[in-house]
Nanobody
Framework: QLQASGGGLVQPGGSLRLSCVVSGFTLHWHSIGWFRQAPGKEREGVSCISRDDLNTYYADSVKGRFTISRDNAKNTVYLQMNNLKPEDTAVYYC?????????????????WGQGTQVTVSS
């Protein structure tokens, strides 16, 4: 089970930290990713981290603003989002891959959290 939280309404330029608490998995055995889906748009990969923590991916649109991290002891993955823009508005999901895949293709991830809404607006 994955439980995402931390979304909300924030003004442009503001920050949010999303959390994804994972249960039923040993977190450090898995790649985990953050994805988002805006109304009328396809789900897209925002950031992911490989199971050995050696590799991270960021979509071009969030590079330099978002940071993914994990705390294996707490079975939690974070997405720190700074300098938020209106185009970051979406429902954000965390997901786990069980097959060894690492990357932004959401179709490769098997287990998903319920999503948390992020709205960036003045």
């Amino acid at each position: 089970q994955l439980q995402a939280s931390g979304g909300g309404l924030v003004q442009p330029g503001g920050s949010l930290r999303l959390s994804c608490v994972v249960s039923g998995f040993t977190l450090h055995w898995h790649s985990i990713g953050w994805f988002r889906q805006a109304p009328g748009k396809e789900r897209e990969g925002v950031s992911c981290i490989s199971r050995d923590d050696l590799n991270t991916y960021y979509a071009d649109s969030v590079k330099g603003r978002f940071t993914i991290s994990r705390d294996n002891a707490k079975n939690t993955v974070y997405l720190q989002m700074n300098n938020l823009k209106p185009e970051d508005t979406a429902v954000y999901y965390c997901a786990i891959d069980e097959t060894g895949y690492y990357g932004p293709n959401y179709r490769e991830y098997e287990y998903w959290g319920q999503g948390t809404q992020v709205t960036v607006s003045s």
